[in-house]
């Protein structure tokens, strides 16, 4: 730490907690340029910038402070609220399920997730299993015929048999028959 940055972001601190918020600010980016890894330098700036209404330079400032100590479930949180008062609400969600991981009783994380209105879903994300499996068609929005690469057969007891289970039998009622009557049942 340099010795000129904590005077720098204890001025910054003062000034912040006084409101006089552009002085925060200005004292607050000469401390991150005399310590470039100073975690709290980083978290103050982020919260003076938040209450200007800067909430590009917060969401900065914030990701920096994380990009310092990704562990820190706070500095999570306050990203995601600059994320939120940016109406960036999927980043803003992000944020908070991460300071949730990191800090199960975060309690503030936790009500900011409650609060936010549930993401939408396309169909494609219903239709996958835990978000990594995509079904052949169901991000379509219209649906369309498809032509099928083969036409639609019988299938008889065997091949349900083999299609039901990996070793290829399973006893099913009537599957044991072997007089189906008609030979226009049986397809090769």
Request: charged share 25%; net charge negative.
């Amino acid at each position: 730490m340099s010795a000129l940055a904590a005077p720098l972001r204890q001025a910054g601190l003062a000034a912040l907690k006084a409101g006089r918020l552009q002085e925060a600010i200005a004292n607050l980016l000469k401390a991150a340029q005399a310590d470039p890894e100073s975690f709290e330098t980083y978290s103050y700036l982020g919260a003076a910038y938040s209450k200007v209404g800067d909430f590009e330079n917060a969401r900065k400032a914030f990701g920096r402070a994380i990009q310092i100590d990704p562990t820190s479930a706070r500095a999570w949180y306050n990203l995601g609220v600059a994320h939120q008062m940016a109406e960036d609400l999927e980043s803003a969600r992000t944020c908070f399920n991460n300071a949730v991981q990191r800090d199960p009783n975060h309690e503030q994380a936790r009500a900011a997730l409650e609060k936010l209105a549930p993401r939408p879903m396309s169909m494609s994300e219903l239709a996958s299993v835990g978000g990594s499996v995509r079904l052949p068609g169901a991000h379509r929005a219209e649906l369309e015929e498809e032509a099928q690469a083969e036409p639609a057969r019988e299938l008889t007891p065997q091949d349900l048999a083999r299609l039901a289970t990996p070793e290829g039998s399973f006893h099913m009622s009537g599957a044991q028959a072997t007089d189906l009557g008609d030979d226009e049942h049986h397809q090769p």
